[in-house]
């Protein structure tokens, strides 16, 4: 019967520990941080383009309501 420990590993990392070297384990690792760090710089670009039309909109509506 497995250990505790060997079923978690087969379950979550499909055999393989969490810091295995093997040439798929690393480029499967490589592959996700590319892409989180993709999706963490599209989001903080949606953020700044959203502030900035945010501001613009303001900005329009305070120089609409001026006499």
């Excluded at 420990?5 to 798929?24: K, S």
Aim: proline letters at 6%.
């Amino acid at each position: 019967m497995p250990r505790e420990d060997d079923r978690y590993r087969n379950a979550m990392y499909g055999g393989h520990p969490p810091a295995c070297t093997c040439v798929d384990c690393t480029r499967r690792r490589l592959a996700g941080n590319t892409r989180r760090k993709s999706v963490e710089r599209s989001l903080f670009t949606w953020i700044i383009v959203g502030a900035v039309v945010l501001v613009i909109i303001m900005f329009v509506l305070w120089w609409g309501s001026r006499p």
